[in-house]
């Protein structure tokens, strides 16, 4: 599967998701695909049970900690700048300017430059709680709730590695 087609996959199955409103106690359907504790914050269970259903599960590391994933993504060096960020792309957010992540979407759009934005699909979000919501929903995030922009290890075609 080459690197495009992949991305596609996980956004597609992500979108598939928008209206998914969990149950009491951020009990949710996430949790048991990524096979991680049920009843916990769940966005970055989300993000990871979509890319196991595109059997992408290596793309990514196996946590349900947005922290977890900004310190994979710093070790293995797959950081980009803001600006570059593109469909399939996780975006780590920091609401309250705590230094840390807090909370990680897929970017379901390339960085829109005239309105320092970009387009997103998340779970565990909402309008009442950014970082603990209800449900999945599309969010448009700006540059400054912006951690920082992770680029997966989606596989390669054989045009890509040449």
Same mark, same amino acid.
């Not at 695909?33 to 890319?51: D, R, V």
């Not at 060096?77 to 909370?103: C, N, W, Y």
């Given at each position: 599967?080459? @690197?495009?087609? @992949?991305?596609?996959?996980?956004?597609? %199955?992500? %979108?598939?998701?928008?209206?998914?409103?969990?149950?009491? $106690?951020?009990?949710?359907?996430?949790?048991?695909?990524?096979? =991680?504790?049920?009843? %916990?914050?769940?966005?970055?269970?989300?993000?990871?049970?979509?890319?196991?259903?595109?059997?992408?599960?290596?793309?990514?590391?196996? *946590?349900? @900690?947005?922290?977890?994933?900004?310190?994979?993504?710093?070790?293995?060096?797959?950081?980009?700048? *803001?600006?570059?960020?593109?469909? /399939?792309?996780?975006?780590?957010?920091?609401?309250?300017?705590?230094?840390?992540?807090? =909370?990680?979407?897929?970017?379901?759009?390339?960085?829109?430059?005239?309105?320092?934005?970009? =387009? *997103?699909?998340? $779970?565990? *979000? $909402?309008?009442?709680?950014?970082?603990?919501?209800? /449900?999945?929903?599309?969010?448009?995030?700006?540059?400054?709730?912006?951690?920082?922009?992770?680029?997966?290890?989606?596989?390669?075609?054989?045009?890509?590695?040449?």
């Amino acid at each position: 599967m080459s @690197s495009s087609l @992949s991305r596609n996959k996980v956004i597609e %199955l992500a %979108l598939e998701e928008i209206g998914y409103i969990e149950g009491t $106690g951020n009990d949710n359907k996430y949790a048991k695909i990524a096979g =991680h504790a049920n009843k %916990l914050p769940w966005c970055a269970t989300f993000i990871y049970a979509m890319f196991k259903e595109a059997d992408l599960a290596k793309a990514i590391p196996n *946590t349900a @900690s947005c922290q977890a994933i900004e310190k994979w993504a710093q070790e293995s060096e797959v950081i980009v700048p *803001t600006e570059s960020a593109k469909r /399939g792309d996780l975006i780590l957010m920091d609401f309250s300017k705590s230094g840390k992540a807090q =909370h990680v979407g897929i970017a379901i759009s390339r960085y829109k430059p005239e309105r320092k934005t970009i =387009h *997103t699909v998340e $779970g565990n *979000t $909402g309008d009442k709680s950014q970082i603990n919501g209800e /449900g999945v929903y599309l969010k448009t995030r700006g540059v400054g709730v912006i951690r920082c922009v992770v680029r997966p290890r989606y596989p390669k075609n054989k045009e890509e590695t040449q």
